[in-house]
């Protein structure tokens, strides 16, 4: 009896684009990089001894290559020099895992 049921890798990019458009008068704002994020994810459902009962487990990892990015519209990359990095403003967040687990009863 095979316990392993729909099993599914996926991966995911997510691209956006340089702002070069944006209003430079009193330096209200600045232009943006372009930056790529790859995403990937596994999920699989393991069927119990009673048939009736499954667990599905998932495993992400988003930003996987640790890009540095901030969106044009935070108004977070307007914040002071982060004294660390030298970087101004906020960064959003680096790689990030997570995993979930699901009993059906």
């Known amino acids: ?15 956006t684009l340089a702002q070069l ?3 430079s ?6 232009a943006t990089p372009a ?3 790859i995403n990937l994810a596994a999920t699989t ?3 119990a001894k ?8 998932s495993l992400s990892i988003d930003n996987l290559t640790n890009v540095a990015y901030q969106s044009h519209l935070s108004r977070l990359k307007y914040a002071e ?16 895992f997570s ?3 699901i009993f059906s009863f």
């Open 50 to 57: 009673q048939k009736s009962q499954q667990i599905k487990f």
């Open 35 to 37: 930056y790529t994020l």
């Open 45 to 47: 459902t393991f069927q």
């Open 1 to 15: 009896m095979d316990r392993f049921k729909q099993s599914n890798i996926s991966v995911a990019t997510v691209h």
């Open 81 to 96: 020099v982060n004294q660390k990095t030298g970087d101004i403003g906020v960064f959003n967040r680096g790689r990030n």
């Open 25 to 30: 008068s009193s330096n209200t704002e600045t």
């Open 99 to 101: 995993m979930k687990v």
């Open 21 to 23: 458009r944006y209003l």
